[in-house]
Every structure is written in C-alpha cells, then in structure tokens.
C-alpha cells in the first residue's frame, strides 16, 4: 500500500481524477478523511468528504505502482 495527500478541491479536480485512476482496473483507491473511508472511484463518495484540506489516498496496485503515481501528480500536495 502506498499513501499519499491530494487536493480535490474542484468539481473538474474531482471529476477529472477519478477519471484517471479509473482506468486502473486491477488497483483500488480509498480516500481517508477522519473516521471515513470511501471508494476514490466514487464521484459521489468524494462529494461526501470535506475537500477543502487535502485527504490522504491509498493506494492498494500490486503492478501499476508508478504509472499510477505519475498519473495522480497534479493532485498530489506535500
């Protein structure tokens, strides 16, 4: 597992990032924020979450690890 922050802090960002990590059929996304856990390829869990800090993403690829990572870069803050 790998786990990193992003920003979704856009109805684009949202849209465009699960997306991106859709096409990633052999890997599965959570997105943590507090005590809630949802699916990242959900557009409609992700509007449930509070995006206006960045939430921590995990990445569960046993293959597609660093395409996965390149893909995700423009989301991904410090």
């Known amino acids: 597992m790998t ?3 992003v920003s979704l802090n856009s109805m684009e ?7 991106d990590i859709s096409g990633f059929t052999k890997a599965d996304f959570d997105l943590v924020s ?4 949802i699916d ?8 449930s979450l509070d ?3 960045p939430i921590q993403l995990n990445i569960y690829a046993e ?3 660093e ?12």
């Open 63 to 65: 293959d597609d690890e």
């Open 51 to 53: 995006l206006s800090s």
């Open 13 to 19: 960002k949202v849209k465009s990032f699960v997306n």
């Open 34 to 37: 507090g005590r809630y856990v």
């Open 3 to 5: 786990q990193v922050r």
């Open 67 to 78: 395409k996965i990572l390149e893909t995700i870069k423009p989301y991904i803050v410090d």
């Open 40 to 47: 990242a390829k959900s557009i409609m869990g992700i509007f």
